[in-house]
């Protein structure tokens, strides 16, 4: 069986083709600037042949029929002919209230998902013209599965979900945590359970995803118990552009002494704060590394406090989860940048953290246990594969049909 990834953003249609039959990805790329005058279109197989042009790209739907030509080129093309994708799996970043767990495309799941735009207006408007796209291009005989960011984290007691506010908001607007990624932490989690020869029922972990989007699970026998995202993905700690929690009278002073509209506040803490605003000088980690070390004080600065912040949500989750067995480290910069696992972990010592530098040093990208043998919290170094679980998640569904 081999099955379509889609993850829509509001200009971008990124893709994956995985052979269900061994789990083995096939092929990847991704539709850039959807909607301007120019995009751009990226093509790369497994085994290592790729295509990359610009490309007039107006809509989803003209940017799914350079997908198709792509992945049925004669030359460097995976299948011969459309009609060999079995299913399409949708990420779908926002399932509020209305979804609990991945379900089969239909009309009425589509107008469960448009429900849902005003609490994710960018994301969750660009996956339904996704859908549509994939329905335009394949036909609405080939089954389509949505599996959503949020789900995963639908397990949260209302403890940790509701706001302090009147709850008259809940009630009214849907205000509460809802988490995001979620694909990611529970594909970390299964696999670290899997690594360590353990059933995850009988642990508890704390996942990290950091990257230029990070949030933080705490999940207590697979099940997650509090995460730092919340009702957006602004939540939670510094980010690459985003601020994170913060004193709700920051917003507001900020907003009356510099006359902003709510629309301009939000731009700034979104695409102007975080890791970019304190060191002023970029969202991507490696410019800001390399300025600490050309002696950058700004630069610094903003790793001191995003270390800081990370170390006091994990004591607070091992905390609320009355103890740890594993700590996971995962996404761009969790999976990459071990000066920054370093950092985090020399600091969690009084939990019971036995780091192994020697394991960390230098390790990209590869899974790794990365605490001594005998420590007693583990901790792991797990590549994350979102694409992975939606396919999982559609192949089962669509195999009961």
Known sequence: MKILVINAGSSSLKYQLIDMDNEQMLCKGNCERIGLEMGLFGYKTADGKSKSYEVPMKTHSEAFQQLKAAITDPEIGVIK?????????????????????SVLVDDEVVAGIESLIPLAPLHNSAHVQGIKACREALGEDVPEVVVFDTSFHSTMPQKAYMYPVPYEYYEKYGVRRYGFHGTSHRYVSA?????????IKDLKIISCHIGNGSSI??????????????LTPLDGFMMGSRSGSLDPSVVTFIMEKENLTPAEMDNILNKKS????????????RDISDAEDAGNERAHLAH?????????????????LGGVDVITFTAGLGENQYALREKICKGLKVFGVDFDEKANDKLKGKEALISTPDS??????????????????????????
């Open 191 to 199: 696999r670290v359970a899997e690594m360590m020869g353990k059933d």
């Open 217 to 230: 699970t705490a999940i207590d026998g697979g099940k997650v118990i509090d995460t730092t995202m919340g």
């Open 304 to 320: 001191e406090m995003l270390v800081y912040e990370i170390q006091k949500f994990i004591g607070g989750y091992i905390a609320a």
């Open 376 to 401: 007693k919290v583990a901790v792991y170094v797990v590549p994350t594969n979102e694409e992975l679980v939606i396919a999982r998640d559609t192949k089962a569904i669509v195999e009961k049909l």
């Open 81 to 101: 002919d459309f009609s060999e994708i079995s299913a399409v799996g949708h990420r779908v970043v926002q399932g509020g209230a209305l979804f609990h767990e």
């Open 274 to 285: 975080g890791l970019l605003g304190i060191s002023g000088i970029s969202t991507d980690d």
